[in-house]
């Protein structure tokens, strides 16, 4: 529906047809705050995308229409030093991003819109890089290959963010499949695919609609804290290099070093870790039981450990959890609060829903919007 609005309006607008590509949003099921650490995480895209149609216009200008927005800008490639802030800089950052790598981009028009809801943890701005990273690469004949694409666009949320962005959101944009999850390795970049196929449970987000942001600032905090105890551990291993060498025993080994929230910090990356291996194990079993307990108890580690949750994410997690409805459930959110994850038992699904939003307006008096997400495809051509 989205694709077709879309290339209806860019058919009417431009009167030619038009390159789609989607690019969609990813969930992230364990592996939290370790990807700058060169940790392991367990992410999968979903059925949330942005829809890019885009065509060239052989001259140097660029237009370019957001179509749920209602809003354009266009501009000249001559002249991309300009911030034009929002949704712009996004697509001006993958742009300089090809020209910082000698690749061509040349004039073109686009109408692109998307259904991922914005600063609640699902990455609408990683989609939006990879989508038009994706497009360019296509339109311009540039021959990158989708790590590439991921690496540019990762480049270009970095610059766009002016913070040092893991790896994991544009990774999974790209590269997810269907009813799979994979593990990549952030150390490596090598990845795996594992079935998510939920026969008896429904993945279900729950999204206070608060922006308690993690800010940039924090994000720099808890990768300098982290820093820091890494420093003290290469004191006496010669092979860390980062929390992802480090294990628990090491760790605990030099706590007496360590102020307690260093060593907090390095505690939680070091047994998410753990925990995202062993959430594979536990995949390959078929256990998902045993997958959703480790899934609370990355939320504790979130909350007093790594110490970015809030309030009202703990709240919906707690409520959650006693309500034996679910299997698993956590916050989601890197640095935009705002929703928890929840493995929904599938009978208790509308009544999951019903329970949440009722005890987030009895006790916090927030009104509650659910998202029921599918895993689907990575970024493509449609
Ligand atoms: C944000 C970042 C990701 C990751 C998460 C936390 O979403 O963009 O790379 O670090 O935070 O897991």
Redesign the pocket.
């Known amino acids: 529906m989205l694709a077709e609005d879309i290339k209806n309006k860019f058919i009417s607008l431009f009167n030619k047809n038009p390159l789609i590509v989607r690019s969609p949003g990813r969930i ?1 099921l364990i ?6 650490h060169g940790g392991y ?1 367990l992410p999968a895209a979903i059925d949330m995308e942005i829809i890019c149609a885009i065509s060239t216009n052989y001259n140097n200008k660029c237009k370019i229409i957001a179509y749920d927005l209602k809003e354009s800008v266009e501009f000249d490639l001559s002249n991309l030093d300009q911030s034009v802030k929002g949704w712009p800089d996004y697509i001006l950052g993958v742009i300089k991003q090809f020209k910082n790598g000698g690749m061509e981009i040349k004039g073109f028009d686009c109408v692109f819109g998307g259904n991922i809801p914005q600063g609640v ?1 699902l ?1 609408s701005s ?1 989609a939006m890089e990879c989508a038009f990273a994706y497009s360019f690469n296509m339109l311009f004949e540039h021959d990158l290959s989708n790590l590439e694409i991921v690496k540019l666009s990762n480049e270009a ?1 970095s610059e766009v963010e002016g913070v040092k ?5 544009q990774f999974a944009s790209v590269n997810g499949k269907a009813n799979q999850i994979f593990r990549l390795d952030c150390k490596t970049l090598e990845y795996e695919y594992f079935n998510f196929v939920l026969e008896d449970y429904r993945v279900v987000l729950c999204d206070t609609q608060l922006k308690h942001s993690l800010a940039s600032s924090d ?1 720099i905090k808890r990768r300098n804290e982290c820093d820091e105890g890494v420093a003290i551990l290469q004191k006496h291993y010669s092979n860390i290099h980062s929390l992802r060498d480090v294990t628990i025993g090491q760790l605990k080994q030099h706590r007496p070093e360590m102020n307690p929230a260093i060593f907090k910090r390095c505690k939680y990356v070091v047994e998410e870790n753990d925990r995202v291996l062993d959430c594979c194990n536990l995949l390959k079993k078929g256990d998902l039981e045993g997958f959703g307990e480790k899934m609370f108890e990355t939320h504790d580690g979130l909350r007093w450990d790594y110490e970015v949750s809030c309030k009202e994410l703990d709240f919906l997690q707690a409520e959650a959890k006693m309500s034996n409805m679910v299997i698993g459930a956590r916050m989601i ?4 609060g705002g929703c928890t994850i929840n493995i929904v038992k599938i009978e208790y699904l509308d009544q999951f829903v019903k329970y949440m939003s009722d005890s987030c307006k009895n006790e916090l008096n927030l009104d509650l919007k659910t998202y029921h997400v599918k895993i689907e495809n990575g970024t493509s051509k449609l």
């Open positions: 992230n592996g939290e705050h370790t990807d700058y995480v943890g990455s990683a949320a962005c893991g790896i994991m959101d994000y959110s890197g640095r935009s």
